[in-house]
């Protein structure tokens, strides 16, 4: 455990409030820190049941398998139609849209057992109010809310449950650990922007308009002006990509071989585009994932343990996704929130065990609302040099949406700014950010990811995968039967299902559901 880790679990363990929430930078170790405090209320039988609730059916899928190395079985992205997880089960990890559509499940369920409820990136719940109050009415029973997140505010005025605000609206955590104090601690890797300038020309309201990024448009236009710069067709976004993928080449030539780099496009149409320009420039197309491929998930996982040198995103790679060895970026995306921002650069801020010293580099346009983030995350480095802390946070009003009218982008040139936003002046030292050599203990080994250089052997099979398993070949048997016998699958499944004394395949424990398949595989042979 990090030090951080180990102060924010003794305050939760202190505290006599029914919620805690953790506000951590992403990379920080958020997800080890919440399954600890699990592992240590189940062993202390303070709940007998965990419930996850993250914002992606990748994360829940992700917190499973970390949760596999705790000795916690979660059973991930279950369908509320399934009913409660089976008994062989320490609990779930679904997605706030599946609790929204489904509270009374999960309701009861909180009932039946002490339930410990962790809400990963809990201001989701504010981005649809039906999710908040389907959240607080499925988890009102819960014997303890722990609430995760590295951006613990939101865009817009939406409360989040649980979570306590002071007099002027600004969200207060229970314990907080920013970025400012990661770099100190070696935690997390420092970051250096590349802005990008240049000449754009589109068409709005009829109209020819030509403008850089220096010259001060309203709101409308600059929105246009941004979005004329990330065209996949114009010269703009070819420049910046060709620059970005020499420094990836640079940094793979050199101590980091299988270092990568994420293209952040605006939507499927533009990734799948931009995914041919970088094909034209390195030779090789990137795998492109947006949250319409169903194998999304297993697309990002084996990026993340390979070490092809690109890969292209939409929203999927925005939070909660665990890919260490990211290094370059490219913010192509015309999203100009804080939130979206600070989740977005929070990829490339996690450190891996080599090489010793790290950086990572993020281009992105010379959009005055972009520099200005990107400078408050530069003022958090400076501040981590000198051993300050940061005060003051600006508080994110949000971004109004574009009115549709007619646009259309002409072309544009990029030009890369003299003043490159960068996390290390030349000449200083990089002793700050170096990886020192403690020894790790087995826990932390468990869940520090390496880069996979060589061939590694698989991890073994967790027990939600095994399930996985065991239904799919269950699927194929019954199948087999079906056809062979002119049966319906329905009857076979219920055969099966009263030899092994179930109700149904989804309330099987593992145990019940290989007997069945054994049974079933008894059955198809006995008969050929």
């Known amino acids: 455990m990090r030090k951080w880790q180990q102060a924010a679990a003794a305050?939760?363990?202190?505290?006599?409030?029914?919620?805690?929430?953790?506000?951590?930078?992403?990379?920080?170790?958020?997800?080890?820190?919440?399954?600890?405090?699990?592992?240590?209320?189940?062993?202390?039988?303070?709940?007998?049941?965990?419930?996850v609730v993250a914002p992606t059916t990748h994360i829940c899928r992700q917190w499973a398998l970390d949760a596999a190395r705790y000795g916690i079985k979660l059973e991930p992205n279950r369908p509320n139609s399934a009913g409660p997880e089976p008994r062989d089960r320490h609990g779930i990890s679904v997605t706030y849209a599946t609790v929204a559509a489904g509270s009374e499940v999960h309701r009861r369920r909180c009932a039946e057992r002490p339930t410990l409820?962790?809400?990963?990136?809990?201001h989701h719940m504010g981005e649809d109010a039906s999710w908040g109050q389907s959240t607080v009415n499925a988890f009102r029973d819960a014997r303890f809310r722990l609430l995760l997140s590295g951006t613990p505010f939101?865009?817009?005025?939406?409360?989040?449950?649980?979570?306590?605000?002071?007099?002027?609206?600004?969200?207060?955590?229970?314990?907080?650990?920013?970025?400012t104090q990661a770099l100190i601690d070696?935690?997390?890797?420092?970051?250096?922007?590349?802005?990008?300038?240049?000449?754009?020309?589109?068409?709005?309201?009829?109209?020819?308009?030509?403008?850089?990024?220096?010259?001060?448009?309203p709101a409308p236009e600059a929105a246009r002006r941004l979005r004329t710069a990330l065209d996949a067709d114009g010269d703009w976004i070819t420049h910046v990509l060709r620059d970005a993928n020499d420094e990836l080449l640079k940094i793979r030539a050199g101590?980091?071989?299988?270092?990568?780099?994420?293209?952040?496009?605006?939507?499927?149409?533009?990734?799948?585009?931009?995914?041919?320009?970088?094909?034209?420039?390195?030779?090789?197309?990137?795998?492109?994932?947006?949250?319409?491929?169903?194998?999304?998930?297993?697309r990002i996982a084996r990026f993340s343990a390979g070490s092809e040198p690109w890969l292209v995103s939409v929203l999927m790679v925005s939070e909660g996704v665990d890919v260490p060895r990211l290094r370059v970026g490219v913010y192509a995306t015309n999203s100009r929130t804080e939130l979206f921002f600070r989740q977005v650069i929070g990829r490339f801020i996690r450190r891996t065990p080599e090489p010793k010293d790290q950086m990572a580099h993020v281009f992105l346009p010379s959009d005055p609302r972009l520099k200005r983030l990107a400078i408050a995350i530069e003022e958090e480095r400076n501040h981590a040099l000198v051993f300050e802390s940061k005060s003051g946070e600006e508080v994110e009003r949000?971004?109004?949406?574009?009115?549709?009218?007619?646009?259309?982008?002409?072309?544009?040139?990029?030009?890369?700014?003299?003043?490159?936003?960068?996390?290390?002046?030349p000449g200083e030292a990089l002793q700050l950010f170096a990886d020192p050599e403690p020894e790790i203990s087995p826990a932390l080994a468990a869940f520090t990811r390496t880069p996979m250089v060589a061939a590694a052997p698989p991890e073994p099979e967790t027990s939600f995968e095994r399930r996985e398993r065991l239904?799919?070949?269950?699927?194929?048997?019954?199948?087999?039967?079906?056809?062979?016998?002119?049966?319906?699958?329905?009857?076979?499944?219920?055969?099966?299902?009263?030899?092994?004394?179930?109700?149904?395949?989804?309330?099987?424990?593992?145990?019940q559901l290989e007997r069945a398949n054994k049974l079933l595989e008894r059955e198809l042979n006995r008969k050929k």
């Not at 990379?27 to 419930?51: D, P, W």
């Not at 072309?411 to 002046?425: F, I």
């Not at 062979?484 to 309330?507: F, I, L, M, T, Y």
């Open 154 to 179: 939101r865009s817009d005025n939406s409360p989040i449950p649980w979570v306590t605000y002071d007099d002027e609206g600004v969200s207060s955590a229970d314990y907080d650990y920013g970025y």
């Open 471 to 511: 239904r799919a070949e269950r699927h194929n048997l019954v199948a087999l039967i079906a056809r062979r016998d002119n049966e319906p699958h329905s009857k076979v499944n219920a055969w099966v299902n009263r030899e092994v004394g179930v109700k149904s395949v989804d309330k099987a424990t593992d145990e």
């Open 398 to 425: 949000g971004e109004r949406s574009e009115t549709k009218e007619p646009f259309k982008a002409l072309w544009s040139s990029a030009r890369r700014d003299d003043e490159v936003l960068q996390t290390t002046k």
């Open 255 to 298: 101590d980091h071989p299988n270092a990568g780099g994420l293209v952040v496009a605006m939507d499927k149409e533009h990734a799948d585009k931009l995914a041919g320009r970088l094909a034209r420039i390195t030779g090789e197309r990137p795998d492109v994932v947006h949250s319409d491929a169903a194998d999304a998930s297993q």
């Open 11 to 51: 305050q939760v363990f202190e505290s006599s409030n029914e919620a805690f929430l953790a506000s951590a930078t992403p990379a920080a170790g958020k997800t080890t820190f919440g399954l600890h405090v699990a592992h240590r209320m189940l062993s202390e039988g303070r709940v007998s049941r965990v419930a």
């Open 117 to 122: 409820l962790i809400a990963d990136e809990p």
């Open 186 to 217: 070696n935690v997390c890797r420092p970051v250096t922007f590349h802005t990008y300038g240049g000449e754009m020309e589109w068409v709005s309201d009829g109209k020819v308009r030509r403008a850089g990024f220096d010259v001060v448009l």
